[in-house]
């Protein structure tokens, strides 16, 4: 029905930036809000940040002033930049997003993609 698909991971030194990107594609009506998240093994998937489908924002303490989440309604996109990268940011993250495909939304995630970052 419904597939998120993230791309953009990868192994990054510190301080340094990467962009991930998620496309969601299939029966899509409408596109709700969009997420990304992150797990480290051994601990709970974390909210990382969630945009609104009219472009409102939050994000988890650890990532403020440092990622950014954006979207593309029209391609059904939603990036995370995430600059000045931590050694702790280092996670699988997954795109999430509330998606309607025919009235009332349902709930889909990625696959996961890996951020590493270390020197």
């Known amino acids: 029905q419904v597939q998120l698909v993230e791309s953009g991971g990868g192994l990054v030194q510190p301080g340094g930036s990467l962009k991930l990107s998620c496309a969601a594609s299939g029966n899509i009506f409408r596109i709700f809000a969009m997420a990304w998240y992150r797990q480290v093994p051994g601990k709970q998937r974390e909210l990382v940040a969630v945009?609104?489908?009219?472009?409102?924002?939050n994000y988890a303490d650890s990532v403020k002033g440092r990622f950014t989440i954006s979207r593309d309604n029209a391609k059904n996109t939603v990036h995370l930049q995430m600059n000045n990268l931590k050694p702790e940011d280092t996670a699988v993250y997954y795109c999430?997003?509330?998606?309607?495909?025919?009235?009332?939304?349902?709930?889909?995630w990625g696959q996961g993609t890996q951020v590493t970052v270390s020197s």
């Open positions: 999430n997003a509330d998606v309607a495909v025919a009235t009332y939304p349902e709930n889909y």
């Open positions: 945009i609104t489908a009219g472009g409102s924002t």
